[in-house]
């Protein structure tokens, strides 16, 4: 305020270089945090000098031979200098720097290591994160809390509950799953993500207006579903894949710019038969770097 009581009118707008984060800070480090009771997200930087340090350790052409992944250890029960003897990779390009990681068993703790699969088979390492342990994805056993449900918000979640495919072949149910990721996230976007459906906020206190400066944010992800015979094995990117009851599957995924690679293998039970579609997606994001 002057004298005068009137607003100073002075621009307060920090500078251009503090308006957004850094690249990268210097360090190679990956961290991994819990989504939800099936998700993980986790985030990696490696540096131009551990890169430089691991072709000295391993040759030139490491990282042009070696298959980028995420190696994902369940890490439940394992006690210390006991290696974990449970795991699966996930292709994924280094340069993402970020991906989301889902797992098909709740409950259980797990830790992820970024690192390269050598056409012998070795793995080497790069960087790991810390140990998270997931919700257990089930209803809790505490009854003494009372929720409220909208009516609306009831009548998505019966929709979810899989009544709309009564009658429905593999083929029809296959293509209503992407409709089912946007409808859920519809249905839980304004509560807990542990399931909880809408509540009454007529109670909750108002939060004060703030002023803002205009901004923006977007961003997106990839769905795959697809469905075989209910016997069949699948695989996506290498990773096996676990199908409903019909055969059906989906998977969602992180979408980083450039180019994803997302090969489905499917192979007969008496592996006398075997189909492969190979989905490449590209993306490229552009900003008017205001």
Request: aromatic share 8%; hydrophobic share 35%.
């Amino acid at each position: 305020m002057t004298s005068s009581g009137q607003i100073n009118n002075k621009n307060t707008t920090p500078e251009a270089e503090h308006k957004a984060l850094p690249e990268g800070y210097g360090t190679t480090e990956a961290a991994l945090l819990p989504r939800d009771p099936n998700w993980m997200f986790i985030y990696w930087e490696v540096t131009e000098n551990s890169k430089k340090n691991l072709r000295s350790a391993h040759g030139d052409d490491l990282f042009q031979k070696g298959r980028q992944v995420i190696r994902v250890y369940d890490m439940t029960g394992v006690t210390d200098g006991v290696p974990p003897s449970r795991y699966f990779d996930i292709a994924v390009m280094l340069e993402a720097k970020s991906w989301y990681v889902n797992v098909q068993e709740a409950g259980r703790a797990y830790c992820c290591e970024v690192g390269l699969v050598m056409p012998d088979g070795a793995f080497v390492g790069i960087v790991k994160t810390n140990t998270v342990s997931l919700p257990g994805g089930r209803v809790s056993e505490v009854t003494d809390e009372k929720w409220m449900a909208v009516t609306a918000d009831f009548d998505k979640l019966l929709q979810l509950s899989g009544v709309e495919y009564i009658g429905k072949g593999s083929g029809e149910v296959a293509k209503s799953l992407a409709q089912r990721w946007e409808m859920l996230r519809a249905v839980f976007s304004r509560a807990s993500s542990w399931g909880v459906s809408s509540m009454s906020s007529q109670n909750l206190p108002k939060q004060p207006e703030q002023q803002k400066n205009f901004w923006l944010v977007a961003d997106c992800e990839l769905i795959l579903y697809g469905a075989t015979e209910p016997d069949a094995f699948v695989t996506v990117s290498g990773r096996k894949v676990n199908l409903n009851p019909d055969g059906t599957f989906s998977m969602r995924f992180a979408l980083p710019d450039g180019l994803v690679d997302l090969p489905v293998k499917a192979m007969s039970k008496d592996e006398t038969d075997s189909r492969e579609i190979d989905i490449k997606v590209t993306r490229t994001t552009t900003t008017d770097g205001k």
